[in-house]
């Protein structure tokens, strides 16, 4: 699963990925996160990455059509880290990972300090995923991307709110729209 989402990430016309939270942003690659078992991080930044417990990777495409095509990412849900205290809420959580086995709170990514030093190099923000849900990655020409500020905001996480199966359908309704739309 990780190499083809770093395939895809490669692919900078390809890349753009859609947040079970809502928002976007290009995916820039992806690999095995080895600090928690069975997590991918995918990279959307020099330093910066999603963590995410990904259960099923489905491609979608609908023939003559490759603007509509797209990728969807069903993740399951992360338990907290623990860094912070008390009770959480929210579909994310951001914490440092200053070294191996090592998270701090995100303050000490803003601040550029852990326990009194600088942060090293290779420290890295994450934003684990701990809502879980499906992302969806399209092209960054495609007309669902392009859809967005066009009285059809597609950063609102729509496909959250839609199974696999739905929310292909939904784009195929779409897709047959736009040729109606087309040639009227």
């Known amino acids: ?25 290009d995916l820039r690659g992806a690999f095995p996160f080895d600090e928690e078992s069975g997590c991918l991080a995918l990279k959307t930044g020099e330093r910066v990455a999603e963590v995410v417990k990904p ?12 603007e509509w095509a797209y990728f969807r990412l069903e993740c399951q849900s992360l338990s907290y880290s623990g860094v912070y205290e008390g009770e959480q809420e929210g579909a994310n959580e951001e914490v440092v990972l ?28 994450i934003v684990r995923s701990v809502g879980g849900g499906p992302f969806v990655i399209f092209a960054k020409g495609s007309v669902y991307n392009l859809a967005s ?3 059809s905001d597609t950063y609102d996480a729509r496909h959250v709110q839609m199974n696999a199966a739905e929310f292909r359908e939904y784009i ?13």
């Open 149 to 151: 500020g066009r009285g």
């Open 55 to 66: 259960s099923a990777l489905l491609f979608e495409s609908f023939g003559a059509k490759p």
């Open 1 to 25: 699963m990780s190499s083809v989402l770093n395939h895809v990430g490669l692919r900078l016309n390809s890349n753009h990925m859609f947040y079970p939270t809502g928002g976007g942003n």
């Open 172 to 184: 195929d309704k779409s897709a047959k729209a736009s040729v109606v739309t087309q040639q009227g």
């Open 98 to 125: 200053v070294s191996a086995g090592i998270y701090a709170p995100r303050s000490a990514w803003d601040e550029d300090d852990y326990q009194g030093e600088r942060l090293p190099r290779t420290a890295q923000l």
